[in-house]
């Protein structure tokens, strides 16, 4: 079995996988705001877990990481810099091999793997609280990208320098509007945030070139509220050199990071074993 955490800005997902990559298990927390306080949390959770052996375990983690060394540099949109948080997981768990990436780049993995079938180069953007891009090829994250943080891009917007999830992301939505997402029902909001959307996103196309884009967090979730605004308004920026590509939400944008947990713990076991 493997064991998925899944640390995000407002609540922690845990959840155990058979080795097909069933989940049996799944436990949701709110993420405390002091690492400290997380940590016994975590320990609590995983306590009520049916084991605390497992082939391999996986941590989702926002910002910027050192993989080497298994520690939180800068966690985005949580507090903690320098955070332990690879051998504070160790110490919960009974002989585990565990291994830390950015929660955005096993998103992108997690999905490109349900449509590896059909595009092979895959952009990942998350839509929550901050902004997140993973770009997977082959099936495959990104090893280039693998620090990229697109959310943080300085763009013109209303006249002024500003980072693109600084205005585009939910949070932002909530700042501007007074409203969640799943509370706009209005369209003409909704083509303004997907306009938003756009002026980070089409740079993240000329840069990378993806066959597709994948659309998670949760305001893609309201997909069918923007998705058609969106692909009006990257199509304004296209030119021959910079094609649109597919543009589809998420298969499963709120459990994308916990599945991409699994596929890379399953990965890291088989490389070395």
């Not at 993973?134 to 990208?145: S, W």
């Not at 998705?227 to 009006?232: D, E």
């Amino acid at each position: 079995m493997y064991l998925g955490i899944d640390i995000g800005a407002t609540k922690t997902l845990l959840a155990t996988f058979t080795n097909k990559g069933d989940i049996k298990e799944r436990i949701k927390f709110l993420t405390p705001k002091n690492y400290a306080k997380f940590k016994i949390e975590l320990s609590d959770n995983v306590a009520k877990l049916s084991t605390n052996t497992f082939t391999g375990c996986c941590v989702g983690v926002p910002g910027r990481l050192d993989r080497k060394q298994g520690i939180g540099i800068a966690m985005g949109n949580l507090p903690g810099e320098d955070v332990p948080i690879k051998k504070d997981v160790q110490a919960l768990l009974t002989n585990c091999p565990v291994s830390l990436e950015n929660d955005a780049k096993l998103a992108g993995l997690s999905e490109a793997v349900l449509v590896k079938d059909t595009y092979q180069r895959v952009v990942y953007a998350t839509i929550s609280t901050g902004i997140g891009i993973g770009v997977i090829v082959n099936q495959e994250i990104e090893p280039n990208l693998l620090d990229a943080e697109p959310g943080k891009m300085p763009l013109e917007h209303n006249g002024k320098m500003m980072a693109w999830e600084s205005f585009a992301s939910g949070k932002a939505i909530v700042k501007r509007y007074g409203k969640k997402a799943s509370e706009i029902t209005d369209p003409t909001t909704w083509k303004h945030i997907a306009e938003d959307i756009a002026i980070g996103l089409i740079d993240v196309i000329a840069m990378v070139q993806p066959q597709v884009i994948v659309l998670g967090g949760g305001v893609s979730t309201h997909f069918d509220h923007f998705g058609l605004f969106l692909k009006q308004a990257l199509q304004a920026y296209e030119v021959p050199l910079i094609p649109i590509p597919a543009i589809i939400p998420a298969s499963r944008p709120e459990e994308a990071v916990i599945y991409g947990c699994y596929e890379l713990a399953k990965r890291l076991h088989e490389r070395t074993n």
